[in-house]
């Protein structure tokens, strides 16, 4: 991918969030793999739903920006972390939502059955079908969550997402396009169990 096509598809996707509330002030975080070794992904601090082109750079796997005066996302191990892990993916999106939020406080994993939407998630062909996203406990040592994560994925490879808990949720898919439906998927799944507690 283009970094100006990565670029436009991460502003749509920022502006949509931004609509839906789901990354409220500076929060959420945003990138798309540009090639083996390169990454495009979101400044530290901008508003998601205000995403201009000086909001991007490049970064290597290893979450050092190519130039190192850009202060890349806080959370750009995290994104690393789900390239590393699966050379498939083209894009890793962070949300923080209400529903993803209050729901990633309460459990240990959220248990998604039943939904049509599950459809959405790798490997699923049919709403008869249940879906355990992990829950993080929240870390402020990114790279020590990092190898959480990692260590978490290498024992469930297929892991859809994962919440970090009082914190936000963590998605990703083969393009930008794929990783947003996913969150929107995800997002919409996680409403629904709000409203039927
Ligand atoms: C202000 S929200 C706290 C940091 C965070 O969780 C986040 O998603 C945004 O951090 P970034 O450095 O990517 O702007
Ligand atoms: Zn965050």
Not at 152 to 161: C, D, H, V
Request: charged share 25%; glycine share 8%.
């Amino acid at each position: 991918m283009t970094p100006q096509t990565a670029i436009a598809e991460l502003i749509s996707a920022g502006e949509l969030f931004h609509r839906r509330g789901w990354v409220p002030a500076t929060g959420g975080n945003f990138s798309a793999r540009l090639s083996a070794e390169k990454m495009l992904v979101t400044a530290s601090g901008w508003h998601k739903g205000e995403l201009q082109e000086d909001a991007f750079l490049i970064a290597g796997m290893d979450g050092r920006p190519d130039d190192a005066s850009r202060k890349a996302s806080y959370e750009t191990l995290l994104h690393c972390q789900v390239y590393r892990f699966d050379a498939r993916v083209g894009s890793v999106l962070h949300t923080h939502s209400i529903a993803n939020t209050v729901l990633s406080r309460q459990k240990e994993s959220i248990r998604l059955s039943g939904y049509e939407l599950l459809k959405l998630l790798p490997g699923i062909q049919t709403h008869d079908a249940t879906v355990e996203v992990p829950v993080f406990e929240n870390d402020q040592d990114i790279p020590r969550l990092a190898a959480k994560v990692d260590e978490a994925m290498k024992r469930r490879p297929g892991m859809p997402a994962y919440l970090i808990s009082g914190h936000g949720l963590y998605a990703w898919g083969d393009s930008v396009a794929q990783a947003r439906h996913r969150v929107e998927a995800l997002e919409f799944m996680f409403e629904c169990e709000l409203h039927s507690r």
